[in-house]
């Protein structure tokens, strides 16, 4: 038997109608019975908060991936499923799966449907996540399962507001997929981002600006004068700004501001093949460091905890040197 802990955060997966809408009530509205239809585990269900994930701080983050590795290291589950709001679930996971050696599968899932409506995802999700948790080849890092389909937590993003098949990896894919009789892989990451093991802690002073048509210099100084450490950018196409944004990016790092470049495309990587002013190779000379492929609020949540570990510029450049 597979003992496997569900732990509940929040969310529409345990949402009820209320008098004006969908709300979190006094009483979970998660629907469990599905529990019984696996076979082969040994589930235990623990509530560790009951908060929409918009609610979710990178702090809250932290502490359920501190959790996690708890769990990691005490070897009391063979796979532990985290129930999650969708809006910010890719971020939680993210954060557990920096943080996490990968000996424990680690499954999150979610439901874009609350459970009083036509369709509901939640049941079938909580099912297949289990499954998972319990099939899961080792070294996979933090899964995220939803509408039947595995994916990386470095990788996937909410992609739609209201579909149940919101969730998706572009550029990547889903790691697999789980069908009626079996769970079934097709590609493994042979690599994913990781901090160095160690105690969690982060440094929450890390803001995001994307930029737009003659738009981020502005945030960029205001992000700087408030006292923020670091500012990841969302650029434009391969990480190119306008001149204004570029000259506001040199003042940051002058100010020992630590700048990661990322892209607003939500596929491919950031490269500094632009010598123009503003362009990648100007920002990457003037100091600004390059996360490759990975998408702006999970390169965020990274920079906050090699900045909680106490990481210089030089220390991050190194880990981010692989994207
Ligand atoms: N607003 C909800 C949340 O993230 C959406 C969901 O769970 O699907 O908590």
């Given at each position: 038997?597979?003992r496997?802990?569900?732990?509940s955060t929040?969310?529409?997966?345990?949402?009820?109608?209320?008098?004006g809408?969908?709300?979190?009530?006094?009483?979970?509205?998660?629907?469990?019975?599905?529990?019984?239809?696996?076979?082969?585990?040994?589930?235990?269900v623990e509530?560790?908060?009951?908060?929409?994930?918009?609610?979710?701080?990178?702090?809250i983050?932290?502490?359920?991936?501190?959790?996690?590795?708890?769990?990691?290291?005490?070897?009391d589950?063979?796979g532990v499923?985290?129930?999650?709001?969708?809006?910010t679930l890719?971020?939680?996971?993210?954060?557990?799966d920096?943080?996490?050696?990968?000996?424990?599968?680690?499954?999150?899932?979610?439901?874009?449907?609350?459970?009083?409506e036509?369709?509901?995802?939640?049941?079938r999700?909580?099912?297949?996540?289990?499954?998972v948790?319990?099939?899961?080849t080792?070294n996979?890092?933090?899964?995220v399962v939803?509408?039947?389909?595995?994916?990386?937590?470095?990788?996937?993003?909410?992609?739609?507001?209201?579909?149940?098949?919101?969730f998706d990896?572009?550029?990547?894919?889903?790691?697999?997929?789980?069908?009626d009789?079996?769970?079934i892989?097709?590609?493994?990451?042979?690599?994913?981002?990781?901090?160095?093991?160690?105690?969690?802690?982060l440094?929450t002073?890390?803001?995001?600006?994307?930029t737009?048509?003659?738009?981020?210099?502005d945030i960029?100084d205001?992000l700087?004068?408030?006292?923020?450490?670091?500012?990841v950018?969302?650029a434009?196409?391969?990480g190119?700004?306008?001149?204004?944004?570029a000259?506001a990016?040199q003042r940051?790092?002058?100010a020992s501001?630590?700048v990661?470049?990322t892209?607003?495309?939500y596929?491919?990587?950031?490269?500094?093949?632009?010598?123009?002013?503003?362009?990648?190779?100007?920002?990457?000379?003037?100091?600004?460091?390059?996360?490759?492929d990975?998408?702006g609020?999970?390169?965020?949540?990274?920079?906050?905890?090699?900045?909680?570990?106490g990481?210089?510029?030089l220390?991050?450049?190194?880990?981010?040197?692989?994207?």
């Amino acid at each position: 038997m597979k003992r496997i802990l569900v732990l509940s955060t929040g969310g529409t997966i345990e949402m009820l109608p209320g008098d004006g809408g969908i709300t979190i009530g006094p009483v979970s509205g998660m629907d469990l019975q599905v529990l019984d239809l696996i076979p082969g585990a040994m589930i235990s269900v623990e509530r560790f908060s009951s908060l929409p994930s918009p609610h979710v701080t990178p702090e809250i983050m932290a502490d359920i991936a501190r959790l996690l590795r708890s769990y990691e290291v005490s070897g009391d589950y063979h796979g532990v499923v985290v129930t999650h709001g969708t809006d910010t679930l890719e971020e939680t996971a993210f954060m557990a799966d920096i943080h996490l050696e990968g000996t424990l599968p680690v499954v999150f899932t979610a439901a874009m449907r609350s459970s009083s409506e036509l369709g509901v995802d939640g049941p079938r999700n909580i099912m297949n996540a289990v499954r998972v948790a319990c099939t899961e080849t080792s070294n996979l890092g933090v899964t995220v399962v939803l509408n039947d389909e595995i994916h990386a937590a470095g990788r996937v993003t909410k992609t739609c507001t209201s579909n149940v098949s919101s969730f998706d990896s572009p550029g990547y894919g889903p790691l697999g997929f789980v069908d009626d009789d079996k769970v079934i892989y097709h590609r493994l990451p042979i690599w994913r981002l990781n901090l160095p093991r160690g105690p969690l802690s982060l440094d929450t002073r890390v803001g995001l600006v994307r930029t737009a048509a003659g738009f981020g210099h502005d945030i960029i100084d205001f992000l700087v004068d408030s006292g923020y450490r670091g500012i990841v950018v969302e650029a434009f196409g391969r990480g190119n700004v306008h001149p204004l944004t570029a000259d506001a990016i040199q003042r940051a790092i002058d100010a020992s501001v630590i700048v990661v470049i990322t892209s607003r495309c939500y596929k491919g990587r950031v490269l500094g093949v632009y010598a123009y002013p503003g362009g990648g190779l100007d920002l990457m000379e003037r100091g600004a460091i390059s996360a490759g492929d990975m998408a702006g609020n999970k390169i965020r949540i990274m920079l906050m905890a090699c900045l909680g570990a106490g990481m210089d510029e030089l220390r991050i450049k190194e880990l981010l040197a692989d994207l």
